[in-house]
């Protein structure tokens, strides 16, 4: 299937230090675009989103950027805690009305450190 | 967020047999399921597109008759891995999307099938 994104690196923080997590896509097209969380052993949690109009989109503790100049995506995390580490995915909405799918990026595997 | 169920979380099968599994969007409707597959450590592939009442679109590498979905209504859809082999053991993942363009999709808690 398609992939957006790199080979998964790993990110390693202290409690409290803000965290980027960079993600790559590959699809010009793609208009929306999604951030997820997963733990370990469950499914994918929605944390934020951006559609292509937008370059910016703040939520709880979170930031969202979109640069579709250079197709990059990235998630800022303001004070991080332990209880963010898991594996950060990036996913791209590609398609237009009557057929869409979503397409998962490499992953990013965040750990916070007491 | 909207909560999507899937079913079995666990199954472990023999060599040659066929498995089931269900995902169900409990507090609304979705015209869109997505099937996704996930190795350790890896990423999020995906499988398949399946739009209510219209037979699925599978992505490139993926086998049609060995994975069947069903989208019968706008609630349920299954995937079922045929004349399962140990290479089929993985974890499987299921997505919802409401009605409507550009909408975040809602995963299940995912299914761990063992095939021995």
């Known amino acids: 299937g398609e992939s957006v994104g790199l080979h998964l690196p790993t990110l390693s923080v202290q409690e409290g230090d803000n965290s980027i997590i960079n993600c790559a896509y590959s699809n010009s097209a793609s208009d929306y675009f999604i951030w997820y969380k997963q733990e370990s052993g469950k499914g994918p949690q929605f944390i934020i989103d951006i559609r292509s109009n937008m370059d910016k989109r703040q939520g709880q503790r979170v930031t969202v950027l979109l640069n579709k100049t250079v197709k990059h995506l990235s998630l800022q995390i303001a004070a991080t805690q332990p209880g963010d580490s898991a594996v950060y995915f990036c996913?791209?909405?590609?398609?237009?009305?009557?057929?869409?799918?979503?397409?998962f990026g490499t992953g990013t595997r965040l750990l916070v450190s007491p | 967020g909207a909560v999507v169920s899937q079913h079995p979380s666990r199954v472990i099968c023999k060599s040659g047999t066929s498995v089931k599994i269900e995902c169900r969007s409990l507090?609304?409707?979705?015209?869109?399921m997505f099937w996704y597959r996930q190795f350790p450590k890896q990423s999020l592939m995906l499988m398949a597109t399946s739009n209510e009442g219209s037979k699925a679109t599978y992505e490139q590498g993926v086998e049609k008759d060995k994975f069947l979905i069903n989208h019968a209504s706008l609630t349920l859809s299954t995937l079922t891995v045929t004349s399962a082999h140990p290479e089929d053991s993985s974890f499987y993942i299921c997505?919802?999307?409401?009605?409507?363009?550009?909408?975040?999709?809602?995963f299940g808690q995912g299914t761990r099938l063992t095939v021995v």
């Open positions: 997505s919802a999307r409401a009605v409507g363009v550009r909408t975040e999709a809602f």
């Open positions: 507090d609304f409707q979705a015209t869109t």
């Open positions: 996913a791209e909405n590609i398609g237009n009305t009557g057929f869409q799918k979503l397409v």
